[in-house]
Each structure stands twice: as structure tokens, then as C-alpha cells.
């Protein structure tokens, strides 16, 4: 059981808000957070998806005399930034962001020539103005600083608010996030992950359940988790070469049959990862078709 209904906001601490998507599904928890940032001219962090009750309920929000100046977006999926464009038309704000749905992809995606994906992706989403690594953003009685977090996407944004993170989809309280090739890169998404530890923040809000109240703590509960996947891979293919479908039934046995297509999307991240590490090989090249080897 939740803790918010949708569509009713709630304070979290003073200067925020949250008003939660009514889009509950085993990828998005109880739905999409979306965040109000301040008072007077306030600032939204992931509008979420095009439903026409969750922009009105967003709206609803404001206090009297309160408009909506600024919407930020962690990153171009279909649960966090296709309401942006629809909120900004009726209330004049600027959409910010990395860029679009291809933004920040890095080249290890880019090679992969053939290589399905695109679960979930807004391909439609552009942003008014781009953010880029330690832009701010700033209203009357609030700052955010943009830090380029690829990863779970390659134009993933985390927000920093004073010692305080909303960590989009990179960081969640509930569960690891999904790193799906090729908008998603394991390399990059462990590389942010270490970045993100490097400040001391105290509190961070995910887009997905509740806030995380030792934010570093859980960093390191994802870490281990992401290498313990790949220490289970390696074993797997200590004795023989195996393909993505053999190598998802041996690694992710403890895993939700309603999960297992994530699973294996997460899978081939670390195998791609890994042949990038020349821990492994792959024949003819890291594809879904592929046949590994352990180095």
C-alpha cells in the first residue's frame, strides 16, 4: 500500500511538493513522482505521462497567485515527459532537459548498428532549452543544479537541490533501475552511480516510491547488486560459451516472470559492458544473437 493518492499533492518538506502519476505498473511502482519545487514561480521535475488528469491535478497544486515557471526532465520516457509539452502550454513555462530521447548516447550505443531497444521511449520529446552537466536553474526561493547522469538513458539528468538529490530513474528506493541497450549503457550507469556518491547529500527522491533517506546506503546496495550480476555471469560462463536467453534462465532464476524481458534487457547491458572491459567476448559482436565467452 502507498502512502499517496494520486492526484492529491503532499507536502514532503517545506519548498516541495509531489503529486503522484496514476500509472502504477510493475515498471513504475506506485506510478510517476512528480515534483513542485518552491512558491511563487515553481519549478516541476517530471511531468509524467500524458494524462489529462494528472495535468489538472498539477495545476490544482498551485497555490493562488502561484504559476509554474520551469519544467525540468530527468529523461525521455513515455512515464516522465510527455506531459511536458501539454503543461507548458497552459501555463507558459520553459522545458528543459539533456536534450531528446537520443541525447548522450554513447558511442558503445552508437556502434551498435542493429540493436533493438526503445522500450518506452518518448521519441516525440524535445525540450525548449538543454542542460548540460552543472547548469542551474533558479527561481525566486529555489536553485537546481543539472548533473548529467547516463545510464538508465543516455540524457538522464539528476537534480541537485542543496544537499538534497532527485535522482530520476537512476537511483530508486524500490528496486535497481533498468538499463536497457541502446538508450541504456551499464558503463556510464555505474560511472554516474560513483559520481553521485562523491556528494554528500542527505536526502534523495526518486521518481518511483518513497523518498530515500540515506541515499548513500543505497548506492552501495546497488553497486553490490550490479556486481553480483556480473560476478554471476562471469561464472556462468566459466566452462562453456552461452547466449543471452541461456545466460537470463541461469543469472536472473530469482526474478518475476513479468520481469524476466527487463531482466534480460539488463543482461545484455552487462554483457556489452563487460566485452567492453574485455572480460568477455562475443561472437559475432555484443548483439542479442550473440554467442559469449568467458576471457
Request: charged residues 20%.
Amino acid at each position: 500500500m502507498h502512502p499517496w493518492t494520486p492526484g492529491i499533492p503532499v507536502t514532503l518538506e517545506p519548498g516541495l511538493r509531489l503529486v503522484l502519476a496514476p500509472n502504477p505498473s510493475p515498471m513504475t511502482h506506485w506510478g510517476t513522482n512528480t515534483f513542485l519545487i518552491g512558491t511563487g514561480d515553481v519549478a516541476v521535475i517530471d511531468p509524467g505521462p500524458a494524462l489529462p488528469d494528472h495535468l489538472e491535478a498539477l495545476l490544482a497544486a498551485l497555490d493562488p497567485g502561484e504559476r509554474i515557471s520551469h519544467i525540468l526532465v530527468t529523461h525521455a520516457h513515455l512515464d516522465h515527459s510527455p506531459l511536458a509539452r501539454p503543461l507548458a502550454d497552459r501555463c507558459g513555462a520553459t522545458i528543459l532537459a539533456h536534450g531528446d530521447a537520443r541525447s548522450g548516447r554513447s558511442p558503445r550505443m552508437a556502434a551498435l548498428a542493429g540493436l533493438g531497444g526503445g522500450e518506452g521511449v518518448d521519441h516525440r520529446f524535445a525540450p525548449d532549452t538543454c542542460l548540460r552537466d552543472g547548469d542551474s536553474v533558479s527561481g525566486t526561493d529555489w536553485a537546481l543544479t543539472a548533473l548529467h547522469t547516463p545510464g538508465h538513458m543516455g540524457g538522464h539528468l539528476c537534480f541537485g537541490w542543496g544537499d538534497r538529490l532527485f535522482s530520476g530513474d537512476h537511483v530508486m528506493g524500490w528496486a535497481p533501475s533498468l538499463v536497457s541497450p541502446p538508450e541504456g549503457d551499464m558503463t556510464d550507469y555505474m560511472a554516474s552511480l560513483a559520481r553521485l556518491d562523491l556528494h554528500r547529500w542527505r536526502r534523495a527522491f526518486p521518481a518511483h516510491g518513497a523518498p530515500i533517506d540515506a541515499p548513500h546506503a543505497r548506492f552501495a546496495d546497488l553497486t553490490h547488486h550490479r556486481q553480483g550480476r556480473e560476478a554471476a555471469i562471469l561464472a556462468a560462463l566459466q566452462d562453456v560459451p552461452a547466449d543471452l536467453d541461456t545466460l537470463t534462465a541461469r543469472v536472473y532464476h530469482d526474478v518475476a516472470p513479468a520481469l524476466l524481458p527487463a531482466a534480460r534487457r539488463n543482461l545484455l547491458a552487462h554483457l556489452i559492458d563487460l566485452t567492453h572491459r574485455n572480460k568477455i567476448s562475443a561472437h559475432p559482436a555484443p548483439l542479442p544473437d550473440a554467442q559469449f565467452f568467458r576471457r
